[in-house]
């Protein structure tokens, strides 16, 4: 499922950019792709310069890299973050209480995705608590 979240990417385009550290107007980059079903959330958003997200595109930056920044940002490790991004991919487009409790009873996350998944749902007003 994507979530989109206005106030979220209006935060990252007033970071400066998080791969070279330019100052200069940034824009926010999906580390997974909207095409894909990437979200407009923190964990799935790196702050990008004009150069530094024209490298993204023309495939000079490794997604280890942006993954890298996301973790040291958030104060996560790869582990909550894949269990999250696994978790948001899962979702069906509208997700219902029984879609939502099953994937939480079905995938192991941990505490700290856990946490996350809780929060974008309740920002989102999906209802998923019985």
């Known amino acids: 499922m994507r979530f989109r979240h ?37 964990w799935n958003l790196v702050s990008s310069c004009t150069r530094c997200h024209s490298k993204r595109h023309d495939g000079n930056t490794k997604l280890a890299s942006l993954r890298a920044i996301i973790c040291k940002r958030e104060k996560i490790s790869t582990t909550d973050l894949d269990c999250l991004t696994n978790f948001l991919w899962r979702l069906p487009a509208r997700p219902t209480a029984a879609d939502v409790l099953g994937l939480f009873l079905d995938m192991p996350l941990t505490v700290k995705a856990r946490r996350e998944a809780e929060r974008i749902l309740d920002l989102h007003r999906i209802i998923w608590r019985q």
């Open 6 to 42: 206005k106030p979220t990417l209006k935060h990252f385009r007033r970071l400066g950019c998080e791969v070279c550290g330019a100052s200069e107007q940034c824009a926010p980059d999906h580390v997974k792709t909207v095409g894909s079903g990437g979200s407009d959330v923190s």
